[in-house]
């Protein structure tokens, strides 16, 4: 695709989510807009709720200090909370002011205080908590992003809406501009600073979150059904064109039909609301609905329970990713709406390791491997697969199928996926399917190294993994980071955390009448009330 035309979808599409559309039993409005994704949020938490579809309803609600986006392979930061940054020359000292006017959604202001409180919060050894990597570089925390005890945090307050922050050591700008600047949702500390660190995760707040200071307000939440936002008129970007939102959990057989009768208008995407593969054509000839399909950083992938001893031995792993029929998962199942490749850094990031390959599919081999390593071939595998994503689903029987060529029995179990996703985190699994979409940065410590949110997923600890993550993070060279990187994807490969199954096109529709719509590196869609060149300024 040239730039030329990524430019111009970049501007319909960031135009696309403000004039809006009908909910199904209601008048049509031009005042309404529904979008659609697959699954339900589980809470509202800016910093624990604990899939993608929780933190597309969250951005709505919630700001963070930035907006990131991959641009023409270059990360680009617009304006969100903060109206300005600033990094010092020893890539250590950072700088922060907030919009003059960003307010929360009972009138108060955004202050230094609330984004101070967001760090401690975030950092408190008892909250918990998925945004760690957010603050782990900054001075007095651990690699976890967890206060270190008696250290002094690098966290300093110049006035109301000014602050600064220290990194331990120098790192790359946007290292920290993406994870603290984008990822980080601010919190309201007048509504939340009474509250015990411990008791956060149980507060009501986060099933009925109030107090925003987003470009929605929340109205409520019907179970399984839909959340209901309503404009901020006092935002500070600039009210938004409509004046009421739902998001609407829509089954992904029946998101095509919605489009064509006009009661949805926006597609969540991003893995958590694509246009199924098998719609894709008819979606694409209906007259009002523009379809767009873009390269996007998410991933499906099969996890495995590294309690398991049986899975410990690498051969085993490696078995399994040679037993599984990729190519033909991405021609068959996606129809070539995707890609391949053996690590959770996207083909089309700048740190891509293009020499690392993809183990390929060899039936023979990977039963050579199994023998090779004692695999009991009479133990048979629980593979946990979660529901609401079609291809995933339709994935999980290729997969059992090629692994019994193999000689690896396998039975699948299915549960929705808040149920699914606690069952990965009890370890109460062998083999599990799951998604994920990442940032523009390379570093994965989220993810992969020990003790982190989200390597509770695999129960995994490896020295070498947290070693080169350790230094890519703490490293401000890009060219030296990208060898580090480099190295990180060898050692992903050979180690094989879990088996990167491929990575999708996001397809999402939008109706033609909308304006504003953006999506940012996660591939989520989300309504805008400006377009980015009015914001810079």
Do not use: C
Request: hydrophobic residues 40%.
């Amino acid at each position: 695709m040239s730039t030329r035309l990524r430019a111009v979808i970049a501007l319909a599409l960031a135009a696309a989510l403000l004039l809006p559309a009908t909910v199904a039993g209601q008048p049509r409005s031009s005042l309404v807009a529904v979008s659609g994704m697959w699954s339900p949020p589980n809470n509202f938490s800016p910093i624990n709720t604990d899939s993608a579809y929780g933190y597309y309803a969250v951005r709505f609600m919630f700001g963070s200090l930035l907006e990131s986006r991959l641009e023409n392979n270059q990360l680009k930061l617009y304006p969100m909370l903060a109206s300005r940054w600033s990094v010092a020359a020893d890539n250590q000292t950072y700088r922060f002011t907030l919009h003059p006017r960003a307010s929360w959604h009972d009138g108060r202001p955004v202050t230094a205080e609330d984004v101070e409180f967001t760090v401690m919060t975030i950092s408190d050894p008892r909250t918990q908590t998925n945004r760690g990597a957010s603050v782990a570089f900054i001075a007095g925390m651990d690699a976890t992003g967890k206060r270190a005890g008696g250290a002094q945090i690098g966290f300093r307050i110049l006035g109301p809406k000014e602050f600064e922050i220290r990194t331990a050591k120098p790192v790359d700008p946007n290292f920290v501009f993406e994870r603290f600047g984008y990822d980080m949702y601010i919190l309201p500390k007048h509504v939340l600073g009474g509250v015990a660190p411990d008791q956060l995760a149980r507060h009501p707040f986060f099933q009925n979150p109030t107090v925003g200071n987003g470009p929605f307000k929340f109205v409520q939440y019907k179970t399984d059904q839909y959340v209901e936002f309503v404009a901020n008129e006092s935002y500070h970007l600039g009210a938004p064109n409509i004046r009421r939102l739902f998001v609407r959990i829509i089954p992904p057989t029946t998101m095509m039909a919605q489009l064509e009768r006009r009661d949805l208008d926006v597609t969540a995407g991003g893995g958590i609301g694509s246009i199924l593969i098998d719609d894709w054509d008819r979606v694409k000839a209906i007259p009002h609905v523009q379809a767009v399909s873009y390269s996007a950083p998410g991933y499906q992938f099969m996890a495995f329970n590294f309690q398991r001893a049986y899975l410990q031995d690498k051969r085993v792993r490696r078995a399994m990713a040679h037993a599984i029929n990729r190519p033909l998962l991405v021609s068959q199942l996606l129809k070539g709406e995707g890609e391949l490749a053996e690590g959770p850094i996207p083909p089309n990031n700048p740190y891509f390791n293009r020499a690392v390959r993809p183990w390929a599919f060899d039936t023979a081999r990977a039963r050579a491997l199994l023998q090779e390593a004692g695999w009991d071939f009479t133990r048979t595998l629980i593979l946990r697969v979660p529901t609401g994503n079609i291809l995933r689903e339709r994935s999980a029987d290729v997969i059992r199928e090629n692994l019994i060529a193999a000689g690896v029995r396998v039975e699948i179990q299915k549960s929705d996926f808040p149920t699914h996703l606690a069952a990965l985190y009890a370890a109460n699994y062998d083999i599990g399917l799951v998604g994920w979409s990442g940032g523009v940065d390379p570093d994965v410590s989220s993810q992969f190294r020990t003790g982190a949110t989200y390597t509770r997923l695999i129960h995994m600890s490896n020295q070498q993994i947290d070693q080169l993550l350790d230094e890519g993070a703490a490293t401000a060279d890009q060219a030296r980071r990208r060898q580090i990187y480099n190295r990180f994807q060898e050692v992903f490969a050979d180690e094989l955390p879990y088996v990167v199954l491929y990575y999708e096109k996001s397809r999402a529709a939008v109706a033609r009448r909308m304006s504003d719509v953006n999506y940012g590196v996660q591939g989520f869609y989300w309504f805008q009330p400006f377009a980015w060149t009015a914001a810079l300024q």
